[in-house]
C-alpha cells in the first residue's frame, strides 16, 4: 500500500489516518467512498468539519457545547443550581442526562489529567471551576469522571483544590467497573451510581 | 445518544456517520476529537477531500486514478501493451503492482456488477474496456476480480462482451481463497495466482 498514482489521493488518506483509531487501510477505504459520492455531498461534508470548529461554542458557566452563550441545561431554572456533576467531555452529559437520574448542574473539565498524554491540571477548566465554586451557592460536587488512574488522579487533585470550600464531594458509586470508560457503561448501572454516591474520603480507603 | 446540545456537533456526526464502517457512536467519538485540533489543521483535514473530489484524474487509458491525462503505468514503455489486467478499482491495482508478478498494463473497471447494490455494467468501464480492445494490439486480458458472486458474475459479462475478438482470456488462480476480498490477499499469494492464471473456460467447469 505504499504507492499512490495520486497525490490527491495520498493526502486524502494521509488525513484520514489523523484520526485516532483509522489505519491506512481504513482510511484508504474511505476515500475511495468519498471519490464516488456527488461533489456537492463532499463539500457537505468537509464543511461539517469546518464549521463545528469555526463556529463551536461552549457554555461559558460550565464549558458544555452550546449554540449560545449559556448552555440549554445552565439556563433552565429547574435545575438545582446547587449541585455540580464534573465530566470529562460532553458525551458523559449526554451518557448521565439519558439516565434521567440527575437534575443539577455539570461542569465539563475537557478531558482527564493524563501525564503521559501530556495534559495536565492547567489544559482543564479546573480553575473555572474553583472559580465557579467560591463564587456561586454551590455546596454539593458530584465527580462523574472514569474509574481508571487518570480519572482517580484528577478527582484527586481536583478534591485537594476544592477542600478549602465548605462542600459535600462525592465521587459516583463504584457500581461502575473498574477499568471501564463512563460512556460505554449501561444507563441502569450509570444511573444506580448517581444514587449510591459515596463521600470521596470513602473511596481513599481501598 | 440522542441528545446533542449543538446542531454543528449533530451535523459532524452525521456526516461522519455516512462513512461506510462508521457508526454514531465512533462519529461521535471523531466529531470530538476534531473539536479539539487547531482550525487550521481541520482547514486541511477537510480540504483534501475537497481537493480529491474536485480535482482527481482518472488515465484516459486505464481509469486508474492519475495526476496526469495519461497514468504512469500506460506511459511506460517498458510495460507490455499487448497484456491488459482487469482489476475492480485502483487498490487492486496497487496490491498487484506490490507482488512486482506483473509487467503489463491494467484496466481499472471502477466497481464490480452488483444487482444488490444497483451496478450495472453501464456504471463500470467496460464499454471502454472493449473499445480498447478493438482498437489496440491486446491479445491477453486477465482478469483479477474478487472471487465472490459479484466477480464471477463480472468476468462472465466481460468473457461474453470480449468473445469475438481474438484474444486468450484468463483469470488469475484461484489461489485466492473463494469468497475472500483480492485486496486483503498476502502478495505470495497474489503473486503465485498471477502466475498460474487459467483459461476463462475452465474456471466455468467446478
Do not use: W
Not at 14 to 32: C, D, N, S, V, Y
Not at 57 to 76: A, R, V
Not at 134 to 144: L, P
Amino acid at each position: 500500500m505504499e504507492q499512490y498514482s495520486s497525490k490527491l489521493l495520498a493526502n486524502a488518506v494521509e488525513q484520514f489516518a489523523t484520526l485516532p483509531g483509522i489505519g491506512k487501510r481504513t482510511a484508504m477505504r474511505l476515500a475511495l467512498y468519498l471519490l464516488k459520492q456527488e461533489k456537492q455531498d463532499i463539500n457537505q461534508f468537509s464543511d461539517a468539519f469546518i464549521k463545528l470548529r469555526n463556529e463551536i461554542q461552549y457554555c461559558s458557566e460550565c464549558y458544555n457545547i452550546s449554540e449560545e452563550p449559556i448552555c440549554t441545561i445552565c439556563n433552565n431554572p429547574a435545575r438545582d443550581e446547587n449541585i455540580i456533576c464534573v465530566v470529562e467531555d460532553i458525551r458523559d452529559v449526554m451518557a448521565i442526562e439519558n439516565t434521567s437520574q440527575y437534575k443539577g448542574k455539570y461542569h465539563v473539565l475537557g478531558g482527564i489529567i493524563s501525564p503521559m498524554d501530556g495534559i495536565g491540571p492547567s489544559d482543564l477548566t479546573i480553575e473555572e471551576l474553583v472559580n465557579r465554586v467560591s463564587s456561586s451557592k454551590v455546596d454539593e460536587i458530584i465527580m462523574a469522571l472514569s474509574t481508571t488512574m487518570e480519572g482517580d488522579t484528577t478527582n484527586f487533585y481536583i478534591f485537594k483544590r476544592l477542600k478549602e470550600f465548605n462542600l459535600n464531594i462525592s465521587t459516583i458509586a463504584r457500581g461502575v467497573s473498574i477499568g471501564d470508560e463512563l460512556e460505554y457503561t449501561d444507563e441502569l448501572t450509570l444511573g444506580r451510581s448517581l444514587i449510591n454516591r459515596v463521600p470521596y474520603e470513602n473511596t481513599l480507603a481501598r
